[in-house]
C-alpha cells in the first residue's frame, strides 16, 4: 500500500498563491500518473491536473493557464502551483498516484484549500 502525503493547503485571499506538495512513501515502485483532484461541497470530484511519465501535463479546464503541476525533488513527488486563486477554487484537493500496470490508484487524504476575503 502506497501513501501520499500532502501538504500546502489553506486560506488565502482573493487572487492570491499556493503551491501544494505530494509526496509517495514509496519511491521504489514506478507510478505512471501522478496529479490533483477536487471536490467542492456538494459538487462532483474533478480532475485540477495530472502529470504523465514525469512529462506529460494535462489541466482541468477552469484552469486556464492558472495552475502548473511539475515533478517535486523527490522520486514520486508533484507539485501544484496555483496562482489567481478564485474563491471558486475552494475546495478539499486529492493527491493521486496511479500504476497502470498494477490497475491500481492511491490517493491521498485530501488538504483543505479555501479562496476568501
Known amino acids: 500500500q502506497v501513501q501520499l502525503v500532502e501538504s500546502g493547503g489553506g486560506l488565502v485571499q482573493p487572487g492570491g498563491t499556493l503551491r501544494l506538495s505530494c509526496a509517495a512513501s514509496d519511491t521504489f515502485i514506478n507510478i505512471d500518473v501522478m496529479g490533483w483532484y477536487r471536490q467542492a461541497p456538494g459538487k462532483q470530484r474533478e480532475l485540477v491536473a495530472s502529470?504523465?511519465?514525469?512529462?506529460?501535463?494535462d489541466y482541468g479546464d477552469f484552469v486556464k493557464g492558472r495552475f502548473t503541476i511539475s515533478r517535486g525533488d523527490a522520486k514520486n513527488g508533484v507539485y501544484l502551483q496555483m496562482n489567481s486563486l478564485k474563491p471558486e477554487d475552494t475546495a478539499v484537493y486529492f493527491c493521486?498516484?496511479?500504476?497502470?500496470?498494477?490497475?491500481?490508484?492511491?490517493w491521498g487524504q485530501g488538504t483543505q484549500v479555501t479562496v476568501s476575503s
Open positions: 493521486y498516484a496511479r500504476v497502470l500496470g498494477l490497475g491500481v490508484t492511491f
Open positions: 502529470l504523465t511519465g514525469g512529462e506529460n501535463t
